[in-house]
DNA sequence: ATGAAGAATTCTGAATTCAGAATGTAGTTC
DNA sequence: GAACTACATTCTGAATTCAGAATTCTTCAT
């Protein structure tokens, strides 16, 4: 009680991080799963993965009922757990999903998002073209990550977030394979520019439209990787 | 391998159904949320709960953890899951995201559903017109549900219906709540008479706009309701 | 040598058990 | 009388254990 009262303010309060093993769990397979440690296909030995983790079955398999319902994995009855491999088709769709949901969000960020929210976007997009000058390809694409699922979180919409979110992940393992390429990789850059340049003006459909435009030559761009 | 190739062809291979214990206990968890048998912020007492249900912590545990990664309970470290509660800014918020996936599935459904899908919907939703005229609404409010998802799912889009069923899930303890009223039920079977309509005749933008209205207006009544 | 049947092993599903954190209560002190 | 501390109880987090299903290996018959 006194402790409370004797905080400055509530936002100012985080409390403190002390994530239960299960849930440090999810992150690594995810991780896993998108590096290709954990290829498409690949079945999940629960006593093997387990060992190698140092952690007991019970947590892993908790983990493993929550990226199923992800849609990471798949669980067959009494088989155990298989990494989902993802078809052209599936990809196709999910980014036809995306591009909706992005469309979506442009003009309620232009209209939500205050000054300084915008400001630190800016900022992370600017470490990002850091980490593209020195060529630190994961630091750039995780960063790029998030500054993709912040920038929709400033739409103000916790549900569009969360399917963002949750179809950003399933994609994430085909990302990371795309932008190898020098030229490809710069293509990305350019258009991350006219995101940044849109958001700036708060010009929704131009905002709209160049992020729509990133979904769909990013995966054209991924296709010719593959 | 005999077995596998002595059958006829894949897509009549149905598999069949054995769900294993978690499995059930989410979606039996699901139901009693919906129903209100666990309303919003109870705390779901894990072995309370599991002696109810018959079974051992482990499971219910693992159930816990799917149900969370779909945003029905909240699971707090060293204290367990408390169903979240739902306020109207982020009931809007999903209706907003659910809107923009039917608009965006309507065109599609109009193009890929075939006659004999097309028919099978017609088919549930006179069925359902058959639960409005005894008035049971349970049966009128599950096979509802099922039109929805099925609808949804003709435009062979497996993330649209994946991240619509997710949302569907999370606003079904409300939706229950509405159409309570007489005339609201009514104004819904007559939103759901324009859906078919527009499906019959294949017309996209008027699908678009018929399946819009009807989650419009479901609010409208719902907010009425509350 | 090949295929099938049955036993043995391995692996998952679920229950039980153990350890540590949180909450609640009683007692003591100022 | 109020507040703080120490203790007891309760509940969750995680490991271990047990049972049943699936796979693999061996053996036998053709």
């Given at each position: 009680m006194k402790v409370r009262e004797a905080m400055?303010?509530?936002?100012?309060?985080?409390?403190?991080?002390?994530?239960?093993?299960?849930?440090?769990?999810?992150?690594?397979?995810?991780?896993?799963?998108?590096?290709?440690?954990l290829p498409a296909g690949a079945r999940i030995h629960e006593g093997q993965v387990?060992?190698?983790?140092?952690?007991?079955?019970?947590?892993?398999?908790?983990?493993?009922?929550v990226l199923a319902s992800e849609g990471l994995?798949?669980?067959?009855?009494?088989?155990?757990?298989?990494?989902t491999t993802l078809t052209?088709?599936?990809?196709?769709?999910?980014?036809?999903?995306?591009?909706?949901?992005?469309?979506?969000?442009?003009?309620?960020?232009c209209e939500n998002a205050s000054d300084e929210e915008i400001a630190e976007i800016c900022q992370l997009h600017d470490?990002?073209?850091?980490?593209?000058?020195?060529?630190?390809?994961?630091?750039?694409?995780?960063?790029?990550?998030?500054?993709?699922?912040?920038?929709?979180?400033?739409?103000g919409n916790e549900s569009l977030s969360?399917?963002?979110?949750?179809?950003?992940?399933?994609?994430?393992r085909i990302r990371f394979i795309g932008d190898k390429k020098e030229d490809s990789w710069q293509a990305a850059v350019e258009d991350h520019d006219?995101?940044?340049?849109?958001?700036?003006?708060?010009?929704?459909?131009r905002l709209s439209a160049a992020m729509v435009e990133h979904v769909t030559s990013s995966w054209e761009r991924i296709k010719r990787a593959l």
């Open positions: 400055s303010s509530p936002s100012e309060v985080i409390p403190i991080e002390r994530p239960t093993l299960h849930m440090i769990v999810v992150s690594r397979i995810r991780d896993m799963v998108i590096e290709g440690t387990g060992e190698q983790l140092g952690i007991s079955r019970t947590p892993l398999r908790e983990a493993l009922k994995v798949e669980l067959v009855p009494s088989r155990g757990a298989v990494v052209p088709k599936a990809a196709q769709d999910m980014l036809d999903v995306l591009k909706e949901l992005e469309a979506m969000a442009a003009p309620l960020i470490k990002m073209l850091g980490f593209y000058a020195t060529r630190s390809r994961l630091e750039y694409f995780k960063l790029n990550q998030q500054i993709h699922s912040r920038l929709i979180s400033l739409a969360l399917v963002y979110e949750i179809l950003q992940t399933r994609m994430k006219k995101i940044i340049e849109a958001l700036k003006s708060r010009n929704g459909p």
